[in-house]
T-cell receptor, first 115, second 111 residues
Framework: DTEVTQTPKHLVMGMTNKKSLKCEQH?????MYWYKQKAKKPPELMFV???????INESVPSRFSPECPNSSLLNLHLHALQPEDSALYLC??????????????FGDGTRLSIL | QKEVEQDPGPLSVPEGAIVSLNCTYS??????FMWYRQYSRKGPELLMY????GNKEDGRFTAQVDKSSKYISLFIRDSQPSDSATYLC???????????FGTGTRLLVSP
């Protein structure tokens, strides 16, 4: 079991639905990340939050809306998705601060299918 | 040219073999190097993390970084069928939070 917990594990939704993905960590990390991973490809960065503020948006379409309500929680709100958005959505977290960069720890992801 | 190059495999070896997985990179600003293992339908699991040239050992795993050649390796000793997975190298610059991944190498260890 990972220390980054993602729910739900699987999600099937229509193109007109609104749903949310949830990520939780209790490692005291102050940076949290959303990645998208297609089959047989590496993860692609979508968003980064540092100290609950959005620090990086990798030009992600507005149908994906991230939210970081507190230092332990990260949400990804989904609306009007397209079939090509079907993928594994991964959450990760890491420490932030002075000194060497810290590695990112990943959850097991939410497998999203758009009908 | 991609920033990080990694042979996608698959790499098939018999149980007990020594496995060598490699990545090359072009950006000399990369200072932090990671190896992740990803099983099917799971998230990437951090195996090794280094931020200097040289070797780092953890059990059956050894990570090697050669910054002068822009080349990193992961060695797995006494490979087991349970090591069958995709291995992703990843790296990042100082002060940046963006991981740059290799494409991943699929490893198959047969009993």
């Amino acid at each position: 079991d990972t220390e980054v917990t993602q729910t739900p594990k699987h999600l099937v939704m229509g193109m007109t639905n609104k749903k949310s993905l949830k990520c939780e960590q209790h490692m005291g990390h102050r940076a949290m990340y959303w990645y998208k991973q297609k089959a047989k490809k590496p993860p692609e960065l979508m968003f980064v939050y540092s100290y609950e503020k959005l620090s990086i948006n990798e030009s992600v379409p507005s149908r994906f809306s991230p939210e970081c309500p507190n230092s332990s929680l990260l949400n990804l709100h989904l609306h009007a998705l397209q079939p090509e958005d079907s993928a594994l959505y991964l959450c990760a977290s890491s420490q932030v601060g002075t000194g060497p960069n810290q590695p990112q720890h990943f959850g097991d992801g939410t497998r999203l299918s758009i009908l | 040219q991609k920033e990080v190059e990694q042979d996608p495999g698959p790499l098939s070896v018999p149980e007990g073999a020594i496995v060598s997985l490699n990545c090359t990179y072009s950006n000399s600003a990369f200072q932090y190097f990671m190896w992740y293992r990803q099983y099917s339908r799971k998230g990437p699991e951090l195996l090794m993390y280094t931020y200097s040239s040289g070797n780092k050992e953890d059990g059956r795993f050894t990570a090697q970084v050669d910054k002068s050649s822009k080349y990193i390796s992961l060695f797995i000793r006494d490979s087991q069928p349970s090591d069958s997975a995709t291995y992703l190298c990843a790296m990042m610059n100082t002060g940046f939070q963006k991981l740059v991944f290799g494409t991943g190498t699929r490893l198959l260890v047969s009993p």
